[in-house]
Protein backbone atom coordinates (compact mmCIF):
# COMPACT_ATOMS: atom_id res chain seq x y z
CA UNK A 1 0.00 0.00 0.00
CA UNK A 2 1.25 3.22 -0.66
CA UNK A 3 1.15 5.88 1.97
CA UNK A 4 -1.19 8.68 1.46
CA UNK A 5 0.71 11.64 1.97
CA UNK A 6 2.70 13.22 -0.73
CA UNK A 7 2.53 10.72 -3.70
CA UNK A 8 3.01 11.14 -7.19
CA UNK A 9 -0.03 10.76 -9.73
CA UNK A 10 1.13 7.49 -11.97
CA UNK A 11 0.14 7.08 -15.73
CA UNK A 12 -1.07 3.77 -16.79
CA UNK A 13 0.19 2.35 -19.72
CA UNK A 14 -2.72 2.01 -22.54
CA UNK A 15 -2.94 -1.82 -23.43
CA UNK A 16 -5.33 -1.71 -25.61
CA UNK A 17 -7.68 1.52 -26.39
CA UNK A 18 -11.45 0.54 -27.07
CA UNK A 19 -11.97 4.06 -29.47
CA UNK A 20 -15.58 4.83 -29.81
CA UNK A 21 -18.05 7.57 -28.60
CA UNK A 22 -14.61 9.20 -28.06
CA UNK A 23 -13.90 7.17 -24.20
CA UNK A 24 -11.08 5.11 -24.47
CA UNK A 25 -10.20 2.57 -21.31
CA UNK A 26 -7.27 -0.41 -20.84
CA UNK A 27 -8.64 -3.73 -21.50
CA UNK A 28 -7.53 -7.29 -22.11
CA UNK A 29 -9.02 -10.20 -23.77
CA UNK A 30 -10.42 -12.25 -20.80
CA UNK A 31 -12.00 -15.48 -20.38
CA UNK A 32 -15.41 -15.23 -19.03
CA UNK A 33 -15.39 -14.38 -15.61
CA UNK A 34 -17.60 -16.65 -13.33
CA UNK A 35 -19.22 -13.32 -10.94
CA UNK A 36 -19.77 -12.13 -14.79
CA UNK A 37 -22.10 -14.97 -15.65
CA UNK A 38 -23.84 -16.14 -12.53
CA UNK A 39 -24.44 -13.64 -10.04
CA UNK A 40 -27.25 -10.28 -10.69
CA UNK A 41 -25.39 -7.12 -10.65
CA UNK A 42 -27.82 -3.95 -9.05
CA UNK A 43 -26.69 -0.39 -9.50
CA UNK A 44 -28.14 3.21 -9.62
CA UNK A 45 -28.67 5.32 -12.67
CA UNK A 46 -28.79 8.59 -11.28
CA UNK A 47 -29.61 12.18 -13.29
CA UNK A 48 -27.33 14.75 -12.19
CA UNK A 49 -30.00 17.75 -12.94
CA UNK A 50 -33.33 16.62 -13.05
CA UNK A 51 -35.24 19.57 -11.76
CA UNK A 52 -34.74 23.24 -13.42
CA UNK A 53 -31.39 21.88 -14.63
CA UNK A 54 -30.05 22.49 -10.60
CA UNK A 55 -27.17 20.79 -10.21
CA UNK A 56 -27.80 17.10 -7.45
CA UNK A 57 -25.92 18.31 -3.78
CA UNK A 58 -24.42 15.47 -1.87
CA UNK A 59 -24.09 17.24 1.61
CA UNK A 60 -22.71 14.30 4.10
CA UNK A 61 -24.64 16.63 7.27
CA UNK A 62 -27.41 16.84 5.80
CA UNK A 63 -28.54 12.91 4.74
CA UNK A 64 -32.31 13.27 3.78
CA UNK A 65 -31.65 15.75 1.02
CA UNK A 66 -33.46 14.85 -1.96
CA UNK A 67 -31.94 14.31 -5.45
CA UNK A 68 -34.43 13.29 -8.21
CA UNK A 69 -34.07 11.48 -10.81
CA UNK A 70 -32.40 8.29 -9.84
CA UNK A 71 -33.83 4.81 -10.91
CA UNK A 72 -32.55 1.30 -9.69
CA UNK A 73 -31.27 -1.29 -12.27
CA UNK A 74 -30.04 -4.99 -12.71
CA UNK A 75 -28.81 -7.15 -14.84
CA UNK A 76 -28.63 -11.18 -14.55
CA UNK A 77 -25.24 -10.54 -15.21
CA UNK A 78 -22.42 -8.75 -15.56
CA UNK A 79 -21.84 -8.31 -19.28
CA UNK A 80 -22.26 -5.03 -20.77
CA UNK A 81 -24.97 -6.25 -23.24
CA UNK A 82 -27.10 -7.84 -21.05
CA UNK A 83 -30.53 -6.33 -20.81
CA UNK A 84 -31.13 -4.22 -17.39
CA UNK A 85 -34.27 -3.90 -15.91
CA UNK A 86 -35.78 -1.30 -14.56
CA UNK A 87 -36.96 -2.35 -10.90
CA UNK A 88 -38.46 0.98 -9.03
CA UNK A 89 -40.51 1.89 -12.70
CA UNK A 90 -42.66 -1.18 -11.51
CA UNK A 91 -43.07 0.48 -8.58
CA UNK A 92 -43.31 4.05 -9.03
CA UNK A 93 -43.21 4.70 -12.83
CA UNK A 94 -40.37 5.13 -15.03
CA UNK A 95 -41.55 9.17 -15.38
CA UNK A 96 -41.74 9.51 -11.37
CA UNK A 97 -38.83 11.29 -10.53
CA UNK A 98 -37.62 9.78 -7.15
CA UNK A 99 -34.19 9.45 -5.54
CA UNK A 100 -32.87 5.51 -4.36
CA UNK A 101 -29.31 5.00 -1.99
CA UNK A 102 -27.51 2.99 0.00
CA UNK A 103 -27.33 -0.28 -1.13
CA UNK A 104 -26.34 -3.15 1.15
CA UNK A 105 -26.88 -7.25 0.57
CA UNK A 106 -27.35 -10.26 2.94
CA UNK A 107 -24.42 -12.61 3.18
CA UNK A 108 -26.14 -15.26 0.98
CA UNK A 109 -27.02 -12.84 -1.71
CA UNK A 110 -30.72 -13.31 -2.32
CA UNK A 111 -31.79 -10.19 -0.94
CA UNK A 112 -30.63 -6.50 -1.47
CA UNK A 113 -31.90 -3.74 0.83
CA UNK A 114 -31.49 0.26 -0.11
CA UNK A 115 -33.61 3.20 1.02
CA UNK A 116 -36.11 5.22 -1.72
CA UNK A 117 -38.00 8.55 -1.76
CA UNK A 118 -40.75 8.48 -3.87
CA UNK A 119 -41.66 12.06 -5.98
CA UNK A 120 -42.19 15.30 -4.71
CA UNK A 121 -45.85 16.60 -3.83
CA UNK A 122 -46.91 19.35 -5.29
CA UNK A 123 -48.29 22.20 -3.21
CA UNK A 124 -47.60 20.34 0.13
CA UNK A 125 -45.55 21.77 3.24
CA UNK A 126 -42.45 20.17 3.76
CA UNK A 127 -42.67 18.54 7.10
CA UNK A 128 -45.83 16.31 4.60
CA UNK A 129 -43.65 15.76 2.06
CA UNK A 130 -42.45 11.93 1.69
CA UNK A 131 -40.11 10.65 3.88
CA UNK A 132 -37.23 8.40 2.95
CA UNK A 133 -38.02 3.89 3.54
CA UNK A 134 -36.38 1.11 3.36
CA UNK A 135 -37.12 -1.18 0.54
CA UNK A 136 -36.25 -4.93 -0.15
CA UNK A 137 -35.51 -6.91 -3.00
CA UNK A 138 -35.68 -10.45 -3.02
CA UNK A 139 -33.46 -12.66 -5.45
CA UNK A 140 -36.11 -15.40 -5.41
CA UNK A 141 -39.34 -13.91 -6.10
CA UNK A 142 -37.87 -11.00 -7.88
CA UNK A 143 -39.63 -8.68 -5.76
CA UNK A 144 -39.27 -4.82 -4.52
CA UNK A 145 -41.41 -4.43 -1.71
CA UNK A 146 -40.77 -1.74 1.11
CA UNK A 147 -39.91 -3.43 4.67
CA UNK A 148 -42.38 -1.74 6.96
CA UNK A 149 -45.91 -2.42 5.23
CA UNK A 150 -48.31 0.12 7.49
CA UNK A 151 -47.58 3.54 5.72
CA UNK A 152 -48.44 5.75 8.44
CA UNK A 153 -45.79 3.81 10.76
CA UNK A 154 -43.40 4.09 7.23
CA UNK A 155 -44.11 7.33 7.00
CA UNK A 156 -43.18 8.74 10.99
CA UNK A 157 -39.58 9.69 10.17
CA UNK A 158 -36.33 9.04 7.65
CA UNK A 159 -34.91 5.52 6.93
CA UNK A 160 -31.50 5.59 5.08
CA UNK A 161 -28.75 3.80 5.10
CA UNK A 162 -30.09 -0.33 5.86
CA UNK A 163 -27.64 -3.30 6.53
CA UNK A 164 -28.60 -6.84 7.39
CA UNK A 165 -27.13 -8.09 11.36
CA UNK A 166 -26.12 -11.95 10.63
CA UNK A 167 -29.75 -12.90 12.57
CA UNK A 168 -31.98 -11.39 10.02
CA UNK A 169 -32.63 -7.88 11.50
CA UNK A 170 -32.14 -4.75 9.79
CA UNK A 171 -29.95 -2.26 11.24
CA UNK A 172 -30.24 1.90 9.99
CA UNK A 173 -30.25 5.39 10.66
CA UNK A 174 -33.19 6.91 11.80
CA UNK A 175 -34.48 10.38 12.33
CA UNK A 176 -37.87 8.19 14.40
CA UNK A 177 -35.66 8.93 17.68
CA UNK A 178 -38.30 6.61 18.89
CA UNK A 179 -37.12 6.31 22.26
CA UNK A 180 -35.72 9.56 22.43
CA UNK A 181 -39.18 11.19 22.33
CA UNK A 182 -40.85 8.55 24.48
CA UNK A 183 -38.53 10.05 27.09
CA UNK A 184 -38.95 13.33 26.57
CA UNK A 185 -42.98 12.27 26.77
CA UNK A 186 -42.26 10.93 30.41
CA UNK A 187 -40.27 13.72 31.53
CA UNK A 188 -43.07 16.14 30.83
CA UNK A 189 -41.89 17.74 27.78
CA UNK A 190 -43.43 17.98 24.14
CA UNK A 191 -42.74 14.94 22.31
CA UNK A 192 -40.63 16.78 18.98
CA UNK A 193 -38.23 15.14 16.50
CA UNK A 194 -35.33 16.71 17.62
CA UNK A 195 -32.53 18.81 15.40
CA UNK A 196 -29.07 18.61 15.23
CA UNK A 197 -26.60 20.35 17.19
CA UNK A 198 -26.28 23.06 14.16
CA UNK A 199 -30.25 22.91 14.43
CA UNK A 200 -30.29 22.67 10.59
CA UNK A 201 -31.66 19.28 9.96
CA UNK A 202 -33.56 16.29 11.75
CA UNK A 203 -30.90 14.46 13.74
CA UNK A 204 -30.36 10.80 12.73
CA UNK A 205 -29.92 7.85 15.00
CA UNK A 206 -28.89 4.13 15.08
CA UNK A 207 -31.94 2.40 14.85
CA UNK A 208 -32.49 -1.56 14.42
CA UNK A 209 -35.89 -3.64 13.84
CA UNK A 210 -37.14 -6.97 12.75
CA UNK A 211 -37.01 -8.53 8.86
CA UNK A 212 -40.76 -7.78 8.85
CA UNK A 213 -40.24 -4.31 9.91
CA UNK A 214 -41.42 -4.80 13.46
CA UNK A 215 -39.84 -4.28 16.72
CA UNK A 216 -38.24 -0.68 15.96
CA UNK A 217 -35.81 -0.15 18.60
CA UNK A 218 -33.54 3.17 19.08
CA UNK A 219 -29.96 2.55 19.47
CA UNK A 220 -27.82 4.87 20.06
CA UNK A 221 -28.76 8.68 21.36
CA UNK A 222 -25.80 11.32 19.92
CA UNK A 223 -27.68 14.61 19.78
CA UNK A 224 -26.23 15.19 16.02
CA UNK A 225 -25.91 12.26 13.62
CA UNK A 226 -25.22 8.78 14.08
CA UNK A 227 -25.36 7.48 10.44
CA UNK A 228 -23.93 4.68 8.05
CA UNK A 229 -23.71 1.92 10.11
CA UNK A 230 -21.72 -1.14 8.87
CA UNK A 231 -22.20 -4.34 10.71
CA UNK A 232 -18.45 -6.04 10.59
CA UNK A 233 -17.53 -9.46 9.89
CA UNK A 234 -17.38 -9.37 13.88
CA UNK A 235 -20.62 -8.81 14.25
CA UNK A 236 -20.01 -5.54 16.13
CA UNK A 237 -21.83 -2.43 14.07
CA UNK A 238 -19.28 0.51 12.96
CA UNK A 239 -20.81 3.59 12.13
CA UNK A 240 -19.93 7.29 11.27
CA UNK A 241 -20.85 9.84 14.21
CA UNK A 242 -20.58 13.70 14.02
CA UNK A 243 -19.27 14.84 16.93
CA UNK A 244 -21.18 18.39 17.25
CA UNK A 245 -21.13 18.64 21.58
CA UNK A 246 -19.32 22.42 21.73
CA UNK A 247 -17.88 22.61 18.64
CA UNK A 248 -17.27 20.55 15.36
CA UNK A 249 -15.22 18.56 15.93
CA UNK A 250 -16.37 16.22 12.58
CA UNK A 251 -17.54 13.10 11.39
CA UNK A 252 -15.15 10.21 13.47
CA UNK A 253 -15.73 6.66 13.40
CA UNK A 254 -17.32 4.68 16.28
CA UNK A 255 -18.15 0.64 17.46
CA UNK A 256 -21.17 -0.92 18.94
CA UNK A 257 -22.59 -3.78 19.87
CA UNK A 258 -25.81 -4.67 18.00
CA UNK A 259 -27.76 -4.29 21.30
CA UNK A 260 -26.50 -0.91 21.85
CA UNK A 261 -23.59 -1.77 24.61
CA UNK A 262 -20.12 -1.49 24.50
CA UNK A 263 -20.46 1.84 22.28
CA UNK A 264 -17.05 3.45 21.52
CA UNK A 265 -14.84 5.93 19.59
CA UNK A 266 -13.09 3.99 17.44
CA UNK A 267 -11.15 6.33 15.07
CA UNK A 268 -10.51 9.90 13.71
CA UNK A 269 -10.88 12.41 16.69
CA UNK A 270 -7.28 13.87 15.56
CA UNK A 271 -7.08 12.93 12.13
CA UNK A 272 -9.58 15.63 9.92
CA UNK A 273 -6.69 17.67 8.31
CA UNK A 274 -4.44 15.42 5.59
CA UNK A 275 -2.34 16.67 3.29
CA UNK A 276 -3.05 15.38 -0.18
CA UNK A 277 -1.04 16.42 -3.31
CA UNK A 278 0.75 18.79 -1.52
CA UNK A 279 -2.81 20.55 -0.19
CA UNK A 280 -3.92 20.37 3.34
CA UNK A 281 -7.61 18.56 2.99
CA UNK A 282 -10.40 18.60 5.50
CA UNK A 283 -12.38 15.41 5.91
CA UNK A 284 -14.88 13.37 7.29
CA UNK A 285 -15.31 9.67 8.41
CA UNK A 286 -18.00 8.46 6.46
CA UNK A 287 -19.81 5.46 4.66
CA UNK A 288 -17.26 2.50 6.09
CA UNK A 289 -17.22 -0.76 3.88
CA UNK A 290 -15.33 -3.73 4.72
CA UNK A 291 -13.01 -5.71 2.66
CA UNK A 292 -13.30 -9.75 2.54
CA UNK A 293 -9.62 -9.52 4.03
CA UNK A 294 -11.36 -7.24 7.16
CA UNK A 295 -9.82 -4.03 6.57
CA UNK A 296 -12.11 -1.03 6.27
CA UNK A 297 -12.72 0.88 3.02
CA UNK A 298 -13.16 4.54 2.68
CA UNK A 299 -14.20 6.50 -0.04
CA UNK A 300 -12.89 10.54 1.06
CA UNK A 301 -14.93 12.99 -0.06
CA UNK A 302 -14.48 16.87 -0.50
CA UNK A 303 -16.20 19.10 1.01
CA UNK A 304 -17.51 20.68 -1.86
CA UNK A 305 -21.19 19.23 -2.41
CA UNK A 306 -21.03 19.03 -5.95
CA UNK A 307 -17.73 17.30 -6.26
CA UNK A 308 -18.79 13.91 -6.56
CA UNK A 309 -15.73 12.07 -7.17
CA UNK A 310 -14.07 10.02 -4.59
CA UNK A 311 -10.84 8.78 -3.04
CA UNK A 312 -10.24 5.59 -1.90
CA UNK A 313 -8.37 5.12 1.02
CA UNK A 314 -8.07 1.80 3.55
CA UNK A 315 -8.12 2.94 7.53
CA UNK A 316 -6.15 0.26 9.63
CA UNK A 317 -8.65 0.59 12.74
CA UNK A 318 -6.85 -2.46 14.42
CA UNK A 319 -4.15 -0.55 15.52
CA UNK A 320 -4.81 2.78 15.42
CA UNK A 321 -7.38 5.47 16.71
CA UNK A 322 -5.89 8.51 14.46
CA UNK A 323 -4.00 8.50 11.21
CA UNK A 324 -0.61 9.15 13.34
CA UNK A 325 -1.29 7.71 16.64
CA UNK A 326 -1.27 3.75 17.26
CA UNK A 327 -3.00 2.22 19.96
CA UNK A 328 -1.00 1.77 23.51
CA UNK A 329 -0.07 -1.73 22.78
CA UNK A 330 -0.33 -2.34 19.34
CA UNK A 331 3.27 -1.29 18.27
CA UNK A 332 2.53 -0.07 14.75
CA UNK A 333 4.23 2.62 12.89
CA UNK A 334 3.65 5.29 10.39
CA UNK A 335 -0.05 5.66 8.96
CA UNK A 336 -3.22 4.61 9.56
CA UNK A 337 -4.87 5.91 6.33
CA UNK A 338 -3.22 4.84 3.52
CA UNK A 339 -4.61 4.42 -0.47
CA UNK A 340 -6.19 1.73 -2.21
CA UNK A 341 -3.91 0.18 -4.65
CA UNK A 342 -6.14 -0.52 -7.85
CA UNK A 343 -4.44 -1.53 -10.49
CA UNK A 344 -1.99 1.42 -11.75
CA UNK A 345 -5.11 3.84 -10.89
CA UNK A 346 -4.73 6.92 -8.81
CA UNK A 347 -8.20 8.20 -7.49
CA UNK A 348 -8.34 11.76 -5.74
CA UNK A 349 -10.74 14.34 -5.30
CA UNK A 350 -9.21 17.02 -6.85
CA UNK A 351 -11.02 18.95 -9.38
CA UNK A 352 -8.14 19.01 -11.90
CA UNK A 353 -7.87 17.28 -14.81
CA UNK A 354 -7.85 13.11 -13.71
CA UNK A 355 -5.77 11.86 -16.64
CA UNK A 356 -6.78 8.32 -15.26
CA UNK A 357 -10.30 9.33 -14.74
CA UNK A 358 -12.31 9.84 -11.75
CA UNK A 359 -13.85 7.48 -9.15
CA UNK A 360 -17.47 7.89 -7.87
CA UNK A 361 -18.15 4.46 -5.95
CA UNK A 362 -16.17 1.08 -5.10
CA UNK A 363 -17.74 -2.04 -3.87
CA UNK A 364 -15.50 -4.79 -3.55
CA UNK A 365 -16.91 -8.42 -4.61
CA UNK A 366 -17.82 -10.26 -0.96
CA UNK A 367 -15.22 -12.80 -2.01
CA UNK A 368 -11.25 -12.90 -2.12
CA UNK A 369 -10.61 -12.27 -6.05
CA UNK A 370 -9.28 -8.81 -5.37
CA UNK A 371 -12.41 -7.40 -7.93
CA UNK A 372 -14.31 -4.40 -7.50
CA UNK A 373 -17.53 -2.95 -9.17
CA UNK A 374 -16.12 0.68 -10.05
CA UNK A 375 -18.30 3.70 -11.11
CA UNK A 376 -15.59 5.24 -13.23
CA UNK A 377 -15.33 8.28 -15.91
CA UNK A 378 -13.04 7.89 -18.40
CA UNK A 379 -10.73 11.11 -18.48
CA UNK A 380 -12.21 13.30 -21.33
CA UNK A 381 -11.68 16.85 -21.99
CA UNK A 382 -13.25 19.37 -24.54
CA UNK A 383 -11.90 20.86 -27.63
CA UNK A 384 -13.11 23.24 -29.87
CA UNK A 385 -16.43 22.08 -28.55
CA UNK A 386 -15.60 18.58 -29.03
CA UNK A 387 -15.38 16.15 -26.28
CA UNK A 388 -12.10 13.59 -27.03
CA UNK A 389 -11.08 11.31 -25.19
CA UNK A 390 -7.43 11.89 -22.96
CA UNK A 391 -5.80 8.52 -24.54
CA UNK A 392 -6.29 10.38 -28.08
CA UNK A 393 -4.15 13.34 -27.05
CA UNK A 394 -0.58 14.06 -27.14
CA UNK A 395 1.68 14.42 -24.63
CA UNK A 396 1.90 18.04 -25.47
CA UNK A 397 -1.84 18.50 -26.06
CA UNK A 398 -2.25 17.12 -22.36
CA UNK A 399 -0.13 19.58 -20.68
CA UNK A 400 -1.91 22.43 -21.92
CA UNK A 401 -3.24 24.37 -18.92
CA UNK A 402 -6.44 25.35 -20.60
CA UNK A 403 -7.89 21.80 -21.13
CA UNK A 404 -11.51 21.57 -19.88
CA UNK A 405 -12.31 18.23 -18.23
CA UNK A 406 -15.99 16.90 -19.92
CA UNK A 407 -19.10 17.08 -17.70
CA UNK A 408 -18.91 13.41 -15.87
CA UNK A 409 -20.01 10.38 -17.56
CA UNK A 410 -19.54 7.65 -14.70
CA UNK A 411 -20.05 4.59 -16.20
CA UNK A 412 -20.00 0.78 -14.24
CA UNK A 413 -16.96 -1.49 -15.12
CA UNK A 414 -15.66 -4.74 -13.51
CA UNK A 415 -12.13 -3.92 -12.22
CA UNK A 416 -9.84 -7.25 -11.57
CA UNK A 417 -7.04 -5.80 -9.29
CA UNK A 418 -5.17 -8.85 -9.38
CA UNK A 419 -4.34 -8.84 -13.10
CA UNK A 420 -4.89 -5.24 -13.77
CA UNK A 421 -7.80 -5.86 -15.70
CA UNK A 422 -11.03 -3.87 -16.38
CA UNK A 423 -14.32 -4.79 -17.87
CA UNK A 424 -17.14 -2.47 -19.16
CA UNK A 425 -20.24 -3.61 -17.35
CA UNK A 426 -23.14 -1.23 -17.98
CA UNK A 427 -22.99 2.28 -19.61
CA UNK A 428 -25.16 5.58 -19.79
CA UNK A 429 -26.46 9.14 -21.38
CA UNK A 430 -24.71 11.75 -20.78
CA UNK A 431 -26.42 14.09 -18.34
CA UNK A 432 -26.76 11.09 -16.36
CA UNK A 433 -23.75 8.92 -14.19
CA UNK A 434 -24.21 5.21 -12.68
CA UNK A 435 -23.31 5.14 -8.99
CA UNK A 436 -23.95 3.22 -6.63
CA UNK A 437 -23.55 -0.70 -7.54
CA UNK A 438 -23.67 -4.02 -5.43
CA UNK A 439 -23.26 -7.52 -6.95
CA UNK A 440 -25.84 -10.38 -5.40
CA UNK A 441 -23.07 -12.91 -4.28
CA UNK A 442 -22.75 -14.87 -1.44
CA UNK A 443 -20.31 -13.55 0.68
CA UNK A 444 -17.02 -15.67 1.75
CA UNK A 445 -17.00 -14.10 4.95
CA UNK A 446 -20.35 -14.52 6.65
CA UNK A 447 -20.80 -12.15 9.80
CA UNK A 448 -20.47 -13.53 13.69
CA UNK A 449 -23.56 -13.04 15.52
CA UNK A 450 -23.48 -11.42 18.87
CA UNK A 451 -25.89 -11.72 21.17
CA UNK A 452 -28.09 -8.85 23.24
CA UNK A 453 -26.57 -9.09 26.61
CA UNK A 454 -28.36 -10.36 29.45
CA UNK A 455 -29.76 -8.60 32.63
CA UNK A 456 -28.45 -10.55 34.85
CA UNK A 457 -25.41 -11.70 33.75
CA UNK A 458 -23.56 -9.16 31.72
CA UNK A 459 -25.56 -6.08 32.43
CA UNK A 460 -26.95 -5.30 36.30
CA UNK A 461 -30.47 -6.13 36.74
CA UNK A 462 -30.78 -3.29 39.33
CA UNK A 463 -29.33 -0.62 36.95
CA UNK A 464 -31.47 -2.35 34.38
CA UNK A 465 -35.23 -2.28 36.43
CA UNK A 466 -34.06 1.65 37.67
CA UNK A 467 -33.23 1.89 33.94
CA UNK A 468 -30.16 3.66 34.50
CA UNK A 469 -26.35 3.11 34.17
CA UNK A 470 -22.95 3.03 35.81
CA UNK A 471 -19.72 5.33 35.50
CA UNK A 472 -16.81 3.70 36.72
CA UNK A 473 -13.64 5.89 36.60
CA UNK A 474 -10.58 4.70 37.96
CA UNK A 475 -8.70 7.86 38.49
CA UNK A 476 -9.82 11.12 37.64
CA UNK A 477 -5.40 12.26 38.12
CA UNK A 478 -4.59 9.29 35.33
CA UNK A 479 -3.94 11.38 32.52
CA UNK A 480 -3.40 9.22 29.36
CA UNK A 481 -1.57 6.14 31.54
CA UNK A 482 0.37 8.68 33.79
CA UNK A 483 -0.31 10.64 37.42
CA UNK A 484 -0.97 13.90 36.85
CA UNK A 485 -0.44 14.34 41.01
CA UNK A 486 3.00 13.14 40.91
CA UNK A 487 4.87 16.63 41.65
CA UNK A 488 2.17 16.36 45.44
CA UNK A 489 3.29 12.86 45.77
CA UNK A 490 1.52 11.06 43.91
CA UNK A 491 -2.11 9.04 44.16
CA UNK A 492 -0.48 7.06 47.13
CA UNK A 493 -0.39 9.98 48.98
CA UNK A 494 -3.38 11.97 48.29
CA UNK A 495 -4.87 8.48 49.52
CA UNK A 496 -3.63 8.96 52.35
CA UNK A 497 -5.44 11.21 54.64
CA UNK A 498 -3.18 11.80 57.27
CA UNK A 499 -0.56 12.88 54.50
CA UNK A 500 -3.50 14.95 52.74
CA UNK A 501 -6.53 16.44 54.27
CA UNK A 502 -9.99 16.23 52.29
CA UNK A 503 -9.90 20.09 51.76
CA UNK A 504 -6.32 19.82 49.77
CA UNK A 505 -7.53 17.07 47.48
CA UNK A 506 -7.57 18.96 44.26
CA UNK A 507 -10.89 17.03 42.81
CA UNK A 508 -13.26 16.93 44.70
CA UNK A 509 -16.72 15.77 42.99
CA UNK A 510 -17.61 14.57 39.47
CA UNK A 511 -20.79 16.32 37.83
CA UNK A 512 -22.93 14.67 35.40
CA UNK A 513 -24.54 16.78 32.68
CA UNK A 514 -27.09 15.99 30.06
CA UNK A 515 -27.58 17.13 26.63
CA UNK A 516 -31.28 17.89 25.43
CA UNK A 517 -32.39 17.78 22.26
CA UNK A 518 -32.94 20.48 20.17
CA UNK A 519 -36.58 21.04 19.64
CA UNK A 520 -37.51 22.53 16.48
CA UNK A 521 -38.68 26.22 15.72
CA UNK A 522 -42.74 24.77 15.94
CA UNK A 523 -42.18 23.91 19.69
CA UNK A 524 -39.86 26.62 20.89
CA UNK A 525 -38.00 29.26 19.77
CA UNK A 526 -34.89 29.99 21.36
CA UNK A 527 -33.10 32.84 20.96
CA UNK A 528 -28.73 32.84 21.27
CA UNK A 529 -28.88 34.76 24.17
CA UNK A 530 -31.19 31.97 26.00
CA UNK A 531 -28.00 29.80 26.22
CA UNK A 532 -25.86 31.87 28.32
CA UNK A 533 -22.39 33.05 27.42
CA UNK A 534 -21.87 30.53 24.73
CA UNK A 535 -24.22 29.02 22.78
CA UNK A 536 -22.31 26.12 21.83
CA UNK A 537 -23.30 24.94 24.78
CA UNK A 538 -27.24 24.64 23.66
CA UNK A 539 -29.24 22.91 25.93
CA UNK A 540 -28.14 21.31 29.15
CA UNK A 541 -29.56 19.44 32.78
CA UNK A 542 -27.75 18.86 35.20
CA UNK A 543 -28.23 15.61 36.36
CA UNK A 544 -26.30 14.79 39.58
CA UNK A 545 -22.87 15.54 41.59
CA UNK A 546 -20.47 12.27 43.06
CA UNK A 547 -18.00 12.79 45.49
CA UNK A 548 -14.45 12.02 43.82
CA UNK A 549 -12.33 9.27 46.43
CA UNK A 550 -9.14 10.57 47.37
CA UNK A 551 -7.42 8.35 44.71
CA UNK A 552 -9.20 9.99 42.05
CA UNK A 553 -11.93 6.83 41.92
CA UNK A 554 -15.31 7.57 41.53
CA UNK A 555 -18.69 5.43 40.67
CA UNK A 556 -21.67 7.10 40.01
CA UNK A 557 -25.45 5.45 38.70
CA UNK A 558 -26.58 7.66 35.72
CA UNK A 559 -29.57 7.55 33.58
CA UNK A 560 -29.76 4.83 31.05
CA UNK A 561 -30.55 5.69 27.14
CA UNK A 562 -29.47 10.15 27.15
CA UNK A 563 -26.52 11.76 26.03
CA UNK A 564 -24.12 12.74 29.21
CA UNK A 565 -20.83 14.57 29.65
CA UNK A 566 -19.34 14.34 32.65
CA UNK A 567 -17.06 17.51 34.46
CA UNK A 568 -14.31 17.10 37.71
CA UNK A 569 -14.91 20.02 40.04
CA UNK A 570 -12.76 21.71 43.10
CA UNK A 571 -13.82 21.82 46.68
CA UNK A 572 -15.83 25.70 45.03
CA UNK A 573 -17.65 23.27 42.56
CA UNK A 574 -15.65 24.88 40.23
CA UNK A 575 -14.73 22.80 36.85
CA UNK A 576 -11.22 21.81 36.89
CA UNK A 577 -9.55 21.28 33.16
CA UNK A 578 -11.66 21.47 29.79
CA UNK A 579 -14.90 20.48 29.28
CA UNK A 580 -15.69 16.67 28.45
CA UNK A 581 -16.21 17.01 24.53
CA UNK A 582 -18.05 13.02 23.59
CA UNK A 583 -21.52 12.56 24.51
CA UNK A 584 -21.54 8.96 26.43
CA UNK A 585 -24.47 7.23 26.54
CA UNK A 586 -24.95 3.70 28.52
CA UNK A 587 -28.00 1.02 27.88
CA UNK A 588 -29.86 0.21 30.90
CA UNK A 589 -27.45 -2.03 32.97
CA UNK A 590 -24.59 -1.30 31.75
CA UNK A 591 -21.24 -0.15 33.80
CA UNK A 592 -18.66 2.10 31.29
CA UNK A 593 -15.39 1.48 32.80
CA UNK A 594 -12.79 4.33 32.42
CA UNK A 595 -8.81 4.73 32.69
CA UNK A 596 -8.66 8.06 33.84
CA UNK A 597 -8.82 11.65 31.98
CA UNK A 598 -7.38 13.10 29.22
CA UNK A 599 -6.34 16.35 28.25
CA UNK A 600 -8.00 18.56 25.45
CA UNK A 601 -4.61 18.88 22.77
CA UNK A 602 -3.49 15.37 24.28
CA UNK A 603 -3.76 13.14 20.78
CA UNK A 604 -2.93 9.92 22.91
CA UNK A 605 -5.57 7.04 22.56
CA UNK A 606 -8.76 7.42 25.08
CA UNK A 607 -11.97 6.76 24.73
CA UNK A 608 -11.52 3.57 23.08
CA UNK A 609 -10.63 0.69 25.93
CA UNK A 610 -8.67 -1.48 23.95
CA UNK A 611 -6.24 1.56 22.67
CA UNK A 612 -5.52 3.21 26.24
CA UNK A 613 -2.58 3.05 28.02
CA UNK A 614 -3.05 0.79 31.18
CA UNK A 615 -4.74 1.91 34.51
CA UNK A 616 -2.71 3.26 36.97
CA UNK A 617 -5.62 2.93 39.80
CA UNK A 618 -7.53 -0.50 40.68
CA UNK A 619 -10.18 2.03 41.27
CA UNK A 620 -13.91 2.34 42.69
CA UNK A 621 -15.06 -1.18 44.83
CA UNK A 622 -18.52 -1.72 45.52
CA UNK A 623 -21.80 -0.28 44.82
CA UNK A 624 -23.10 3.25 44.38
Same mark, same amino acid.
Given at each position: ????????????????????????????????????????????????????????????????????????????????????????????????????????????????????????????????????????????? #?? !?? $?? /??? +????? %???? *??? =?????????????? #?? !?? $?? /??? +????? %???? *??? =???????????????????????????????? *??????????????????????????????????? *????????????????????????????????????????????????????????????????????????????????????????????????????????????????????????????????????????????????????????????????????????????????????????????????????????????????????????????????????????????????????????????????????????????????????????????????????????????????????????????????????????????????????????????????????????
Amino acid at each position: MRPILGYNIIMLTVITLLLGCNTETAIKDEQPDPVVVEYPVAYIERDLTAIDGAPAQFAILNPAQFNPGAQLLIKRNAFADSPATNLTASVFGEDELIDIRDLSISDDGQQMLMAIRAPELEGVDDDEQPSWNIWRYSVAS #QT !LE $RV /IKN +DITAE %QGDD *LMP =SFLPDGRIVFASTR #QR !LS $RA /ILL +DEGKP %QYTA *LDE =SRNTETFNIHVMDPDGSSITQLSFNLSHDFYP *LVLQSGQILYSRWDRMGADHGVNLYRMNPDGTNNE *LVFGWHSHQLSLEGQTESIDFVKPQQLPSGEILMLLTSQDNTVIQKRPVLINIDDYIDAQQATANSGAQGSAITDVELAEFSFSFSTELALRGRLNHLFPLPDTSQRYLMSWDLCRVVINDVVRACGQLTAEQLADENLIQADPLYELWLLNNANNTQQLVATTAPGTILTESVVLQPSSQPKAFIADKIVGNELDSQLSQALAGAIHIRSVYDFDGVDSTANAGGISRLSDPSQTPAANLPARFLRIVRGVPMPPDDVRDIPNTDFGRSNNQLMREIIGYSPIQPDGSVKIKVPANVPLAISVLDINGQRIGGRHRQWITLKPGETLECVGCHTANSSLPHGRLDAQAASINSGAIGGF
